[in-house]
């Protein structure tokens, strides 16, 4: 069936690096991606969103690449930090004719930071 | 800054009792959504709720569950009869029509334990 899903479920970096996390999804429809962040006991919080006529956005110290030819989206952390440690899902953003939307949630990458 | 707020923040319930979990979306949001999130497992679209009424379910929103927005404020998850595999997080989200995308806000979420 039609999903989202991670290539890599843990990802550990020093603090200082740059992290790439990565993320496919398989619906052509959707037409609006968003990278979320997961804290223990929290919920998903809005890390940077990007619409399908777009291949590139950029927000503070984050990325979001977006190819849709191989229906590919990555998310770039500049320079991570200890904070940067959570679960990061990407979510599709499926149209529906009255606009109220759905997203389906990828398995999510736990991001461990290195002191 | 305006945020999605969600009581309790956990509810231990017996198999077979009724649960109600409530949410107070963002106040000038007219889109409104319920996840779960079983541990360890990603986040699963339950429902989306416009207009007073429901928009689309997913199959795990079977006739267990149900939504309501009693007033201006409430939004809130019905589930009739519990079982053991409704234990998970509950989150409630909310969005606006307006605005560059269409990011949902998540609540803080609600951790349902079925005993």
């Known amino acids: 069936g039609e999903s989202v899903g991670l290539h890599l479920p843990t990802l550990s970096v020093q603090e200082g690096d740059n992290s790439i996390i990565n993320c496919a999804y398989s619906?052509?429809?959707?037409?609006?991606f968003i990278w979320y962040k997961q804290e223990s006991g929290k919920g998903p919080q809005f890390i940077i969103d990007i619409r399908s006529n777009m291949d590139k956005r950029q927000g503070q110290r984050v990325t979001v690449l977006l190819n849709k030819t191989v229906k590919h989206l990555s998310l770039q952390i500049a320079a991570t930090q200890p904070g940067d440690s959570a679960v990061y899902f990407c979510?599709?953003?499926?149209?529906?004719?009255?606009?109220?939307?759905?997203?389906?949630f990828g398995s999510g990458t736990r991001l461990l930071v290195r002191p | 800054e305006p945020e999605v707020t969600q009581t309790p923040s956990h509810q231990v319930t017996q198999m077979g009792q009724e649960v109600i979990l409530r949410c107070v979306p963002i106040?000038?949001?007219?889109?409104f959504y319920w996840y779960r999130q079983i541990l360890g497992q990603k986040v699963e679209f339950l429902v989306s709720?416009?207009?007073?009424?429901?928009?689309?379910k997913s199959e795990i929103f079977d006739d267990q569950f149900s939504v309501e927005r009693p007033d201006g404020s409430n939004f809130t998850l019905k589930i009739r009869s519990t079982k053991l595999e409704d234990s998970a997080m509950y989150f409630c989200a909310s969005r606006d029509t307006g605005g560059w995308g269409n990011e949902q806000f998540f609540g803080p979420g609600t951790r349902l334990t079925v005993l």
């Open positions: 619906n052509s429809a959707s037409d609006y």
């Open positions: 979510a599709e953003n499926r149209p529906r004719s009255d606009s109220s939307y759905k997203l389906i």
């Open positions: 106040s000038n949001h007219l889109y």
């Open positions: 709720f416009y207009n007073n009424e429901i928009s689309e």
